[in-house]
């Protein structure tokens, strides 16, 4: 199970027992969100997007959305999400428990956005669609191998007109 790979990488780290195991849904952001009693925004999603050599993965907050022009911007590729079967090929992870924690396929990069950034805390999933973990952005930055902090989405800045949940 995708859940106890990510459990063993967390044990490796001493943080295993930050890990937590709802009873209920944690498969979407809002039922993540009602989950570990936490505002929507302060769950970190994982969206993967097809590339040529394999897949972009983006840790974002739970009220941002991919703007395409930013990231194709930034990647030099229009973005293409993966469908579910392509999400658990690559990440190990099936939709609703995707975190970029534990991946083992090389042609996945993780990059973070820096929606996250306004929170002292985050929550991504654990490879469940039950579970997630408790960390700062710095700790889901390093744990998660991110390569860098992109400016890839939208929708959670304030000011903005469009915003998404």
Known sequence: MAIEKVREYFRQHQMEDRMMEFPVSSATVELAAEAAGVIP?????TISFRTEEGCILIEAAGDAKIDN??????FGIKAKMLNPEEVLEYTGHAVGGV??????????KVYSDISLKRFDTVFPACGSSNSAIELT??????HSG???????C???QEGEEEQCV
Do not use: M
């Open 146 to 152: 991110s390569l860098d902090w992109v400016d890839v």
């Open 69 to 74: 022009s930013k990231f194709k911007k930034t």
């Open 41 to 45: 925004a302060r769950i970190c999603k």
């Open 137 to 142: 952005c710095e700790e889901v930055h390093h």
């Open 154 to 156: 939208k929708g959670w």
């Open 99 to 108: 975190c970029a924690f534990a991946i083992e396929h090389p042609g996945v």
